[in-house]
């Protein structure tokens, strides 16, 4: 079966770091583009990071210098770690396969990680 | 960037009803369009992509059109389990997703 399943969120105090996982199954994480989306709570959803199969990487102006996407090809999981954490970064993280070049459909879905910024 | 422009933010209608939601782009970007349900507390769903085609599985009352820069998303027929948030979805050059439409049962 083809899904993704998120881990590694949970409460943190502003100025912290989190670190977030995306297991794959059915499918190989490199061989794909790879992205993180968010949802802060009651709004709507926000594009965070994306990895290319051939490894660029690319981020929403909101992240960029405070998050990095990776994966680990031996463990076909994707990651997002996340520094100096904001309150305005809380939000339910997504993991999700982008159908690219196919089309640019964001086609599997995980089941969202909550990840809480507050002192 | 290119930003989505999704209307209205919500809307109620009856069972049975035909529902349509819009969604504009800043600027032209041919076919690269995509449609999403989410369902209160759970991952997004794909419907559309590319603007009109109906991904596996997904009912035939849902469909899309356009190209360019003005795009549309169609429920034919409004039923119970269609309550949802949709969400459309560009990626020119980075993913942007529009506002979302809370749709509600009248």
């Known amino acids: 079966e083809v899904q993704l399943v998120e881990s590694g969120g949970g409460l943190v105090q502003p100025g912290g770091s989190l670190r977030l996982s995306c297991a794959a199954s059915?499918?190989?994480?490199?061989?794909?583009?790879m992205s993180w989306v968010r949802q802060a709570p009651g709004k709507g959803l926000e594009w965070v990071s994306v990895i290319y199969s051939g490894g660029s990487t690319y981020y929403a102006d909101s992240v960029k210098g405070r998050f990095t996407i990776s994966r680990d090809n031996s463990k076909n999981t994707l990651y997002l770690q996340m520094n100096s954490l904001r309150a305005e970064d809380t939000a339910v993280y997504y993991c999700?396969?982008?159908?690219?070049?196919?089309?640019?459909?964001?086609?599997?879905w995980g089941q969202g990680t909550m990840v809480t910024v507050s002192s | 960037d290119i930003q989505m422009t999704q209307s209205p933010s919500s809307l109620s209608a009856s069972v049975g009803d035909r529902v349509t939601i819009t969604c504009q782009a800043s600027?032209?970007?041919?076919?690269?369009l995509n449609w999403y349900q989410q369902k209160p507390g759970k991952a997004p769903k794909l419907l559309i992509y590319d603007a009109s085609n109906l991904e596996t599985g997904v009912p035939s009352r849902f469909s899309g059109s356009g190209s360019g820069t003005d795009f549309t998303f169609t429920i034919s027929s409004l039923q119970p389990e269609d309550i949802a948030t949709y969400y459309c979805q560009q990626y020119d050059n980075l993913p942007h997703f529009g506002g979302g439409t809370k749709v509600e049962i009248k």
């Open positions: 059915g499918f190989t994480v490199s061989s794909n583009y």
């Open positions: 999700a396969r982008v159908r690219l070049p196919v089309d640019s459909a964001f086609d599997i």
């Open positions: 600027q032209d970007i041919s076919n690269y």
